[in-house]
């Protein structure tokens, strides 16, 4: 089994800036991917980024530019920094990670952007 806590979510304003946090624990040494979601209130789970074992990253055309997803092995932690901030991003953001009998999913933390 794999664990997933996120961090870092609250409120900001427009243009503003928040990075969120993903720590793993359990059996991480089978991920194979992590990435990060978000869903708004009777919207579909949308992929925002996502990143490979090996440092291969992808992201949604919305936030290219803006978002940055990196990792830090030592600390088994995925983070994503959110910079020129939308009220469109408002949503709670979803930790995820790839294994090879399952995927695993934490909790959200939410994001508030206002105009």
């Known amino acids: 089994q794999v664990q997933l806590v996120e961090s870092g979510g609250g409120l900001v304003q427009a243009g503003g800036s928040l990075r969120l946090s993903c720590a793993a624990s359990?059996?991480?040494?089978?991920?194979?991917?992590m990435g990060w979601y978000r869903q708004a209130p009777g919207n579909q789970r949308e992929l925002v980024a996502a990143?490979?074992?090996?440092?291969?990253?992808n992201y949604a055309d919305s936030v290219k530019g803006r978002f940055t997803i990196s990792r830090d092995n030592a600390k088994n932690t995925v983070y994503l920094q959110m910079n020129s901030l939308k009220p469109e991003d408002t949503a709670v953001y979803y930790c995820n990670a790839n294994g090879p009998w399952a995927d695993y999913w934490g909790k959200g933390t939410l994001v508030t952007v206002s105009s």
């Open positions: 359990g059996s991480i040494f089978s991920i194979n991917a």
């Open positions: 990143i490979t074992s090996g440092g291969s990253t």
